[in-house]
């Protein structure tokens, strides 16, 4: 199991990085249309600021692009900071799943052993949430989002991050501080979860669930719920589509958030230099402590809600699937 596991990993990881990439492609074809002899008036200030006021005015809202990819009479492929970012996390993640499977040992040790034990206890608590049934066809996803999420929010806890300057800009960036990525995990999340409905439920139960009366009732009661419970599943439709905005939103809040503390802990001390360079060190430590609760904490809390999303939707299907096999018993 944990080999396909793996395969299945490293394919969403490129996933998640494609998807990414397009709206970063668009903002930065957005600022190219800037004319050249103004992006030269202007670069070497913006430059400038950018390294005189990070202190005061914290990180920027959105990424910064770092260079380019050529791609001959495609013309070029902009990479920003926190783009460049979740390539690194997403290698090392490859790497470190292509090590620690290598070899695999009837008794798992060092790297075997951990990935099974998070591999095994993700499953045993995604299968009691979602059933046995779904969770075959879902957990490759789920494991995979929260890995990635996780270990994207510790890299950019490391020192260099954010403060590091290549071309006037940060040269790494918290890859979940870039609303673009979080934006594109959660599409594709409801990409998944539409085609997951409709493969567990069917067309006619997938409507049913949404605008289908529920409980039991009778005479005219009956053909009264059945007009609320339709008006209701409009209501339905419209929070399912405020999902991937509150998905993205407070995981990039509270990264962006938790970035902008750290580095406002670390240049609250000005003067003398002495205890500026003393200060800046020790006045951020507890809240890395604080920011790695918290990057665990929403890496699982995203992985959670998109699975109890899924389980809402999938769960009608298993209890119709139960109910026949217990009647055929009598």
Known sequence: MTLSVMRLIKTILLSLMLAGLVPAARCAEAGSATPPAEQTQTAEPAAKNVEEHQHEHGLS???????????????????????????IVALGIIIFARIATRRMKEVPDGAQN??????????????????PKVVKTTFWFFLTI??????????????????????????LRG?????????????????????????????????????????????FIKYMMIVIFFLVGFLEVIS?????????????????????????MSGIVQNPPWARAVFSVLLPIPFYFLEILVGLVQAFVFMLLTTVFTALMCSPEDEHGKEPAKEGHH
Do not use: C
């Not at 034990?117 to 059933?131: A, K, M, R």
């Not at 929260?146 to 040269?171: A, E, R």
């Open 240 to 264: 399912i589509a405020f999902r991937p905005v509150s998905l993205s939103f407070r995981l990039y809040g509270n990264v962006f958030a938790g970035e902008n503390l750290l580095e406002a």
């Open 61 to 87: 809202p959105g990424p910064n692009d770092i260079f380019t990819i050529p791609l001959g009479p495609l013309g070029s492929f902009p990479v920003s900071n926190s783009m460049f970012v979740t390539w």
């Open 146 to 171: 929260f890995i990635f999420i996780l270990f994207t929010n510790w890299f950019g806890l490391i020192p260099g991050v954010g403060t590091i300057f290549y071309k006037g800009h940060p040269l």
């Open 114 to 131: 951990f990935l099974e034990w998070l591999v095994e206890g993700l499953y045993n608590f995604l299968e009691s949430i979602l059933g």
């Open 175 to 219: 890859g979940n501080a870039d609303l673009n990525m979080t934006s594109a995990m959660a599409l594709i999340f409801m990409v998944l979860w539409l085609f997951w409905s409709l493969r567990f439920n069917g067309l006619w139960h997938f409507l049913l669930h949404i605008f289908g009366p529920k409980g039991e009732s009778t005479g």
